[in-house]
């Protein structure tokens, strides 16, 4: 589906409105969870689920059911400082039950993110 209407353009879209990016956000700010990752393989079922982009299509139904979210932070992280986070990867499929908490997708995923941090930080240092 395309994402490039002028509806979408037009529509405020925000971390608070986003039930994966409040939930990593707050897990960061909390400093308790090994897992920042957010898993929702039944999008379109999960009854609390906030996503700004809903109003963008019709009858509120996303094209996508499956999702897995990861914020853009070092994997190694020292708690006694503290990281710009830098953004999300969000992954999306339009099939249920795509993503696997247990073995291998938040792995390569919190890697992939862990590399865009390091070229990010080393943009802005070259900036």
């Known amino acids: 589906h395309n994402r490039d209407t002028e509806k979408y353009a037009k529509t405020k879209h ?3 409105g986003n039930t994966p990016y409040r939930i990593i956000v707050n ?3 909390k400093q308790n969870s090994k897992n920042l990752a957010y898993v929702n393989n039944d999008i379109n079922s999960s009854k609390d689920y906030d996503n700004s982009s809903k109003e963008c299509y019709p009858n509120g139904i996303l094209p996508y059911s499956s999702e897995l979210v990861f914020p ?4 190694k992280r020292d708690k006694t400082k503290n990281y710009k986070m830098n953004g999300f990867i969000c992954i999306d499929c339009n099939m249920k ?4 908490e247990t073995r291998y997708d938040i792995p390569m995923v919190e890697g992939i993110a862990d590399g865009i941090y390091d ?3 080393k943009r802005n240092l070259i900036k």
């Open 119 to 121: 070229i990010i930080l």
């Open 97 to 100: 039950d795509k993503f696997d």
């Open 72 to 75: 853009i932070i070092p994997a």
């Open 27 to 29: 897990k960061i700010l």
């Open 14 to 16: 925000s971390i608070i």
